[in-house]
């Protein structure tokens, strides 16, 4: 009798391993898998991120039993995306919604005016990358040998092919299938990042938001360095991008100025939720003054108020830093000699006032974060 309860309980659990994507990748690539389970690309359902969760739970489509965002946010649960089933909590919506072989499936990028969406390669165990030393190359595994089999060598990945060639690999554009912009029902575009690449620089999403960084990206061999998986700014090392911001002071007749440089390609935190901050403090004899905090956020509302995305027909207000704009933020202040002013610039991940209204309970959301600071010594 046991025999047949534990067959049954192994055929219950066969379709679901069946459809995870990543348990082969973490064998051969285990530092960017340990890198990849810690990002928002693993934690962006609803069952492991409480802001989406929070949104969603507020949606009407919600009481139709209607999921809209797994375009983006879960495209891994292939049944989900197909319509076959509903949301539910599921192993892949809770350790893979965007998994590995999503992103390397990407083939191009297809244009639409309300959102863009991904195209994907119909050929099977066929990912796509970028290694500059291997452009426009298509590497199959190969196993090779000499000295009557005494010398083994092996190239690609017994595993998958690998395409090199894919020019959206190296210029970025293949993040731009969900990160690019979003437009609701009644024409709003409720997130533009407004991306303005740069002519006479190479940063791109990827160079900025996945560097190299030290570690083998295969254990087949050691390659020294692989590009960082932990894609997400609110549980990584805020040092990667912090040096897109660029503070600086200069005194004036009346007071000073703040100079904030965004020297990325898009505008800085453009979702609605988010609210960027600007905060100085002067160090005088002893004593701290605290100036007046400064944001920089996008409302969108409807009839003069806030609303939900799906709601809101108008933007309210809009001072977020565009891409590669010098803000210049003035003080009345006068500043004296051996004062030392202490400027950082943060963000919150979800602003403050909508916490409540959202029902989030984790108040660390709501908390100010740090992206960079820089002391002035007069």
């Known amino acids: 009798m046991r025999y047949i309860i534990s067959l049954i309980s192994l055929i219950s659990i066969l379709p679901l391993h069946a459809t995870l994507e990543n348990v082969t990748c973490k064998k051969c690539h285990p530092i960017i898998y340990s890198e990849y389970e810690n990002s928002m690309h693993s934690k962006s359902s609803i069952f492991s991120d409480p802001v989406h969760k929070a949104v969603w739970n507020k949606h009407p489509y919600k009481l139709k039993g209607k999921y809209k965002c797994a375009k983006c946010h879960t495209p891994s649960d292939h049944k989900l995306m197909e319509g076959k089933t509903h949301l539910t909590k599921n192993q892949i919506q809770l350790t893979e919604p965007i998994s590995c072989q999503t992103c390397h499936t990407i083939k191009s990028i297809k244009k639409h005016a309300r959102m863009n969406s991904n195209i994907f390669t119909k050929e099977k165990k066929y990912f796509f990358s970028a290694d500059n030393k291997k452009k426009g190359e298509k590497i199959e595994f190969k196993s090779e040998s000499s000295l009557f089999g005494l010398i083994k060598r092996t190239t690609g990945s017994p595993y998958h092919k690998i395409d090199y060639s894919n020019e959206n690999f190296y210029n970025g554009d293949m993040c731009l299938g969900c990160h690019d912009h979003k437009k609701n029902g009644k024409g709003l575009l409720v997130c533009d990042m407004q991306i303005k690449k740069d002519p006479k620089s190479k940063d791109t999403c990827i160079s900025c938001h996945m560097p190299k960084i030290k570690g083998s990206f295969v254990n087949l061999k050691d390659t020294h360095t692989h590009a960082f998986h932990g894609i997400s700014i609110h549980n990584s090392d805020l040092k990667l991008l912090s040096e897109y911001i660029k503070l600086s002071l200069n005194q004036t007749d009346s007071g000073f100025e703040v100079d904030i440089k965004n020297l990325a390609n898009h505008t800085l935190f453009p979702q609605p939720l988010r609210v960027n901050q600007l905060r100085v403090t002067i160090e005088r004899a002893g004593k701290v003054i605290s100036l007046k905090r400064k944001n920089f956020v996008r409302i969108i509302g409807k009839k003069g108020k806030p609303a939900m995305p799906w709601i809101a027909d108008r ?61 002035f010594s007069l």
Do not use: M
């Open 315 to 375: 933007v309210l207000k809009d001072t977020l830093i565009k891409a590669h704009e010098i803000r210049k933020i003035k003080y009345d202040t006068k500043l004296q000699k051996g004062d030392s002013v202490v400027v950082e610039f943060g963000y919150y991940l979800v602003n403050p006032k909508a916490l409540k209204k959202l029902n989030i309970k984790d108040k660390s959301l709501g908390e100010f974060t740090v992206l960079t600071e820089k002391r």
